[in-house]
């Protein structure tokens, strides 16, 4: 029995640690990025979705081994480190970092890749549902 409840307890604290937004609740967690490298707001958001479904948790294995963690999806190979696999780790985070409700890792790893040369092209899935389209319903209706 004693189990059984510590079990509940460790999933229930694993859970509040990390959650999905809303979009119009992201898109004023991200209004600093607005105008960022060139970036609205919209392209961010849209990125996000495709990518994670506005899911602070989200983490993913790919086709070349590397797994990609949190709300930007961001990739282990390059970006962040999970002691499993050897990483650059160019934003000096721990991928685990980027599994939390806590987004301000992810804001600031995610700044670090659009600086590089690829910008937000880096992001697969923004590059085929986001690139140069009017992305105008992705903050419609929100307050930013």
Not at 83 to 102: G, I, M, Y
Request: contains cysteine; glycine residues 4%; negative net charge.
């Amino acid at each position: 029995m004693w189990a059984a409840r510590w079990l509940l307890v460790a999933m229930l604290a694993a859970m509040s640690r990390a959650k999905a937004l809303g979009r119009c609740q992201l898109a004023q967690l991200l209004q600093e990025l607005d105008g960022y490298r060139g970036y609205s707001l919209a392209d961010w958001l849209c990125m996000a979705f495709y990518e994670s479904n506005f899911d602070t948790a989200a983490k993913s294995v790919n086709a070349d081994g590397s797994t990609s963690f949190g709300i930007f999806q961001i990739n282990n190979r390059l970006w962040c480190t999970d002691e499993r696999s050897p990483s650059e780790n160019l934003c000096r985070v721990a991928c685990t970092d980027l599994l939390t409700s806590d987004i301000t890792d992810d804001i600031i790893c995610a700044k670090k890749i659009v600086r590089h040369p690829q910008g937000m092209d880096a992001w697969e899935d923004w590059a085929m549902h986001c690139k140069e389209r009017d992305l105008s319903e992705w903050v419609e209706g929100c307050d930013v």
